[in-house]
């Protein structure tokens, strides 16, 4: 059944822990930036724990009040937020907004919103069978994620060979990152089985393995995904990283919602084009913000050298 704002009153929760998710999301990323240059391990793993744990269980939750097309586009909120803070909370990395910057986070911003207001918003409680026919049967569903581990699994090779450019190694890896953490139809399963046992009080769907195998697949895409971004994150700067990442995760999670969890499947033709052009809006937006690419790596030898010549 479709759900709008109107005759669906939870979807003002399910956005609201979506931008609460997004604030703890920046919180944790410049967390992770900051423990790589102060040179603080504990500092890390307190930002990797908001950023895999906290954060991920309050978006979660907010699948449970609204449809994955609609909450998933508020993730652009991260970048955002880490647009305006950077400057002033991540100082060494000598964040500047520039006009691309600028620009691409528009782009990637408006991009999200639009695919927000042309998708279909069907929103409904699926039981774990539905949910074994939809994830795991469906043809579709198979090949998206199949071509996924395809693409993962060769920018990994790429990586790990240190064939890349700099500028194409960073948007690799905020890519990569993207894509890993991206793929919510997992926790959006999990939540659909959690919430309809809560309410019928019937807990049948726990003696299968659906509901272990969807956790585990969250949890390990938001362990690989985290891996990827801490990484960027300690090489590249916020600004650059963070919006590649969310531009990526949010595509990601809209692209899946109407491909996997077929949640466009009764929208007409023309809502289905200005879905994908606002996605192709995303797109663009990445694209612009490459254009910073150039300045967007840490110069640590640089930093160092300056670091050097004050001692002496």
Not at 54 to 81: K, N, R
Not at 196 to 201: I, N, T
Not at 266 to 289: D, E, K, N, Q
């Amino acid at each position: 059944m479709a759900a709008t704002g109107s005759d669906n009153p939870t979807l003002f929760i399910g956005v609201f822990l979506a931008v609460l998710a997004a604030a703890i999301g920046t919180t944790s990323k410049q967390l992770i930036a900051a423990a790589a240059h102060l040179q603080k391990p504990w500092l890390s793993k307190f930002g990797v724990g908001m950023n895999m744990i906290v954060g991920p269980v309050i978006d979660a939750m907010s699948y449970a009040f609204a449809p994955q097309v609609v909450v998933a586009p508020f993730a652009c909120l991260d970048v955002i937020f880490n647009a305006i803070t950077a400057p002033y909370t991540l100082r060494w990395q000598q964040e500047r907004l520039t006009r691309s910057h600028i620009c691409g986070t528009a782009l990637v911003s408006a991009g999200a919103v639009f695919t927000s207001l042309f998708a279909q918003t069907r929103s409904s409680v699926q039981s774990v069978h539905e949910l074994e026919e939809q994830l795991f049967f469906r043809p579709t569903s198979v090949v998206y994620v199949a071509i996924e581990l395809c693409a993962v699994a060769c920018v990994q090779m790429a990586l790990y060979k240190n064939c890349l450019p700099h500028a194409a190694r960073g948007i690799s890896l905020g890519l990569t990152a993207g894509i890993l953490m991206g793929n919510v139809f997992f926790v959006k399963g999990a939540v659909s089985i959690i919430r309809l046992s809560a309410s019928s009080g019937c807990y049948d769907a726990w003696l299968r393995p659906t509901p272990y195998i969807l956790g585990a697949c969250a949890a390990g895409g938001a362990i690989a995904g985290n891996i990827f971004l801490q990484k960027g994150l300690g090489e590249y700067k916020g600004v650059f990283m963070v919006t590649i990442f969310e531009g990526t995760h949010i595509t990601a999670a809209c692209l899946s919602g109407c491909i996997v969890m077929d949640e466009m499947a009764s929208a007409p033709w023309w809502r289905y084009v200005m879905y994908w052009l606002s996605i192709c809006l995303i797109i663009c937006g990445l694209l612009v913000t490459n254009k910073a690419s150039s300045c967007a790596q840490i110069e640590l030898q640089t930093e160092l050298q300056s670091e050097l010549q004050n001692a002496s």
